[in-house]
């Protein structure tokens, strides 16, 4: 006889096995793996592995407090008072294994084995308190030879049906031979870690073990920390296999042509690599191998402030069901979401499989990229919207991570103030910029790639003179050029200072656009003075790289 959803049977859901403990029942290996490796105790905590959506979504709705389903069926989950990552309490292990690669600093915080292991222990302790826990077994990396297995384990079913999404989804043999992690996460965030734990600086702990293979978070149940936890797990692993791990998305055109989109928050990344016209390898997170590109994940993470049908469609048709919202707002009847409203944070962000989008390639695999596009936002007026760099200056470029923040962003700003992230995701480099960045000039060489600086800010004059950004319609023009060809065989005239190779014509685009001295409106003494301003910044942020930087490296760089 068909089984029916009943609200009032014992477990909510049909046919699930009941939450109370079942002593005596034979356990899956799963159970059996996770007691030996973690003493999770099977006899006390309900153990759901890889669960299904529809399953994820009861289970969500049923225990978890405020999660309710969007008007397209969505869900709707809320990460309680952290909203975004919390790039101060992420630690490394000091260990022997790892301790001579890293890049200690602001961006790796030592952490000793012992303290790892009194958080780890906490975390575990707190599992077992709960009278459920759901695990999932995925991949990172789609390239079968390369990827990582991964296993989550966390207390909110949101957290796993989030890493469904962002991980790639086993079929079922794989799913039965999966066999030992690479990788684990214990995902503990709604318990808090000791503050008074030395090294600790808050309740707030996501601490990476290379040597165990491990994650551990406490204190924080935004779901971002385990996406970007892997990302900083591939930043190291990657390139110790001899594989560049990037910051980027990632697009195919209709012959099989590669670009790379690099570049920080506000750039125009995810904009400009959503076209229409190509096929979306991935928006986040790549890894450059020997046979080509490939995706890390099997999702996107999309910010959903402002988002409209009419501005990106693709990713607002994405947000149904089986997706994941995070900290949005609905009307309580409708449950229809205000894109608009930040009162919970500016940071509403989507998390969706890949297929969702109809134009992307499944698997998300691609050949060498023929082009790399770094992409900046300058509000000082001083960089030209497009030029083509050397290898060189691909290096210093990419080592600087170059944008700027204008008024209304963020709390505080109330004038153009320059932003660098080296390799644009300092905060997820596990090794110096130096490594990445030559890696990527070596295969740039090898595969004949072209890599362009594309400035998407202000042209005529800076943000605070009243000037405009560069029409976006200039900006896709730019990208037509590049990628049909017809831009690396056109004429170039040198920028002075940074030295840069601006192009003197590009279809469709004013060609006294091109060449910002040209479009400076006010005086030219006043556009030599921002310009040296700008290239003192880019001066002053590489002081801190260029004990290790190459000597080629620093020589790309302005000159003022």
Known sequence: MSQHYRPGSPAGRPGSRPNSPRPNTPHTKVEEDLHNMAGIDYDKVTIKHNPSVPVLYEEALTHEMGTVISSTGALCSYSGKKTGRSPQDKRIVEEESSKNDIWWGPVNTKMSERVFLINRERAIDYLNTHPRLYVFDGFAGWDPKYRIKVRVIASRAYHILFMHNMLIRPTDEELENFGTPDFTIFNAGEFPANRYTTGMTSTTSVSTNFKRRELVILG????????????????????????????????????????????????????????????????????????????????????????????????????????????????????????????????????????????AKIPCIGGHPKNLILLTCDAFGVLPPVSKLTPNQVMYHFISGYTTKVAGTEDGIVEPTPTFSACFGAPFLVLHPQKYASMLAEKMAHHSSDAWLVNTGWTGGSASSGAKRCPLKYTRMILDAIHDGSLAKAEFETFDVFGLAIPTQVPGVPDAVLHPRKAWQGSPESFTTSLHQVAGMFKENFEKYKDEAAPETLAAGPSC
């Open 220 to 359: 924080t149940e935004y779901a971002g920390e385990m996406k970007k936890g892997i990302f900083t797990v591939m930043h190291y692993l990657m390139p110790k296999a001899g594989i560049l791990s990037l910051h980027s998305s990632a697009n195919e055109g209709n012959d099989g042509d590669v670009s790379l989109f690099f570049g920080l928050s506000g750039t125009g990344k995810t904009t400009l690599s959503a076209d229409p016209k190509r096929h979306l390898i991935g928006d986040d997170e790549h890894c450059w191998s020997d046979a080509g590109i490939f995706n890390i994940e099997g999702g996107c993470y999309a910010k959903c402030i402002d988002l409209s049908s009419e501005k990106e469609p693709e990713i607002f048709n994405a947000i149904r069901f089986g997706s994941v919202l995070e900290n949005v707002v609905l009307n309580e009847e409708s449950r229809e979401v205000d894109y608009a409203d930040d009162f919970l944070t500016e940071n509403t962000r989507c998390a969706y499989p890949i297929d969702y989008i109809p134009n």
